[in-house]
Structures are given as C-alpha cells and as structure tokens.
Nanobody
Framework: QVHLVESGGGLVQAGGSLRLSCVLSGRPYSRYAMGWFRQAPGKEREFVAA????????YYADSVRGRFAISRDSSGNTVYLQMNSLKPEDTAVYFC???????????????????WGQGTQVTVSS
C-alpha cells in the first residue's frame, strides 16, 4: 500500500515563503510522476505543479508559474514544493499525489493520479 504524507504548511504573511514536503512510503514497483494540487474553501481541487520521475521536467499552473518550484530528491520518494511570493489567494489545503504515468502528458486532472496525501493547510494573510 502506498502512503503519502505532506508537511510544511502553516500561516505566512503575503510575500512570504513556505516549503512543502511530501514523503511517499510503500514505494510502488514502477516509475511515476508526482504532482501537487490545492483546494480552497468552496472551490474545486486545482492542479498546481507536477514533476517527472527523474525530476528533469516540470509543469506548473499559470497561477503559480514563476513563484512556485517543484522538485524531488534523488530517491524519488520525497517531493517538495517551494512557494515564494505567496498571495492571499494561495490559501488552500495542499495535496501531493502520485501520478498514474511517468511523463507530464496527463498530469493536470485529479483522475491522472491514484494515491493522495491527507493535505496540509497553507494560509496566507494580507
């Protein structure tokens, strides 16, 4: 069984930074991309960023491109989301997820992922 656990959320002022981490255990016997999503109160879950198995390719939502950076360690088991220049509209619960595939061809929809973490709250005050 695969488990994902996020950490690093918290309260930060606008313009500040946070770094989220996601640790995957029960590693599946296949390579896979990883992604971050977020869900604000009253809104649908939305794609934030994704990264390939090797970490060589990344993809971002327009709303965070240039401010957020996704990365993963050499083992592939930990994925990070560095969030800079945070805005109040970034406030949400952030989820990491394991993709079904290895590339970034299909990574922006929830159905492109098969395992999810429990989420970590990020609150940005104005």
């Amino acid at each position: 069984q695969v488990h994902l656990v996020e950490s690093g959320g918290g309260l930060v002022q606008a313009g500040g930074s946070l770094r989220l981490s996601c640790v995957l255990s029960g590693r599946p016997y296949s390579r896979y991309a990883m992604g971050w999503f977020r869900q604000a109160p009253g809104k649908e879950r939305e794609f934030v960023a994704a990264i390939t198995w090797t970490g060589g390719n990344t993809y971002y939502a327009d709303s965070v491109r240039g401010r957020f950076a996704i990365s993963r360690d050499s083992s592939g088991n930990t994925v990070y989301l560095q969030m800079n220049s945070l805005k109040p509209e970034d406030t949400a619960v952030y989820f990491c997820a394991k993709a079904l595939g290895t590339t970034l061809v299909e990574v922006t929809r929830s159905q492109d992922y098969d395992y999810w973490g429990q989420g970590t709250q990020v609150t940005v005050s104005s």
